[in-house]
């Protein structure tokens, strides 16, 4: 099956990445025309939202939500005509919605990737309309396997799951870097601080991962009695930590919410 992108920009990018180790049968188009030095890099080709709506049986909407009506409307003559799979994944961009802006039901999938996928790392929960046949679906899943975790999930959750895992790899930076900061104000040198750092949060993620144990359990697991960990804990605690995480996923899904109205 014959994939295409319209918009291709740093996750569009990345699922082109991921997608590439499965097929060469990719065409991608980009308003600003960066995506041109992907596609020579990749080995895909570089085309035009008129040339993806008619001749690719899949095709990836990567443009912002406020751009993507104003995308379709264009295409709607094709897309009734021709009915292909689109993937969406416009942020605050309902099933319904993509269908209005392309004037015909058509089957649609949507996603929320993070952009881990293009090293196979990502979370991508989706959903889609009673049009996507189950061996299409199970097709794709197959075809994007290689992106990382792809999870089914109802569409009123998709909002949710955007500000987490979507948003999350932009949190983890943060964090990332002010454990770094902490440590080179401590004495380590930054590119070691970076990399400790980096490494520690993949190492803790893969613990849980592998033992579904509860955080809680696992964070005690490392604070010794009078020990320095738990002494780091209060620090966090004291100045709101967790309570400023939860706020950033509800402050990026009440985002999310503005965004499909």
């Known amino acids: 099956m014959k994939y295409g992108f319209i918009g291709c920009g740093n996750m569009g990018g990345a699922i082109v ?26 080995g895909i080709v570089y085309s ?16 912002k939500p406020q751009m993507l009506a104003n995308c379709l409307l264009p295409l709607a003559d094709i897309l009734k005509e021709k009915k292909p799979l689109l993937i969406t994944m416009a942020a605050g961009l ?5 269908e209005e802006f392309a004037q015909c039901r058509l089957p649609v999938i949507r996603i929320m990737p993070n952009t881990p996928v293009s090293i196979g790392k990502g979370v991508i929960p989706y959903c889609c309309n009673d049009l996507v046949a189950k061996d299409v679906l199970e097709d794709w899943r197959n075809d994007l396997r290689g992106c990382g975790l792809l999870d ?17 790899p932009a949190y983890a930076y943060l964090f990332l870097e002010a454990l770094a900061d902490g440590a080179v104000a401590c004495g380590i040198p930054r590119a070691k601080a970076l990399e400790y750092a980096a490494a520690t949060l993949v190492g803790a993620g893969e613990i849980y991962l592998s033992t579904k144990q509860n955080p809680g359990a696992l ?11 738990i002494e780091g804990i209060r620090a966090l605690e004291q100045h709101g930590f967790r ?15 503005e965004l499909g109205k």
């Open 17 to 42: 990445r991921a997608l590439r180790k499965k097929t060469a049968d990719i065409m991608i188009t980009d308003r600003s025309g960066k995506g041109k030095a992907l596609a020579e890099e990749m």
């Open 48 to 63: 035009d939202n008129q040339t993806i709506a008619s001749t690719c049986d899949r095709i990836f909407l990567a443009v």
């Open 94 to 98: 309902r099933i319904s919605q993509i």
């Open 152 to 168: 089914p999930l109802d569409e009123h959750l998709i909002d949710a799951a955007s500000a987490l895992s979507g948003s999350g």
């Open 219 to 229: 964070k005690d697991a490392v604070c010794s009695p009078g020990g320095s960990t």
């Open 243 to 257: 309570g400023a995480v939860i706020d950033c996923v509800i402050a990026a899904y009440k985002r999310n919410k």
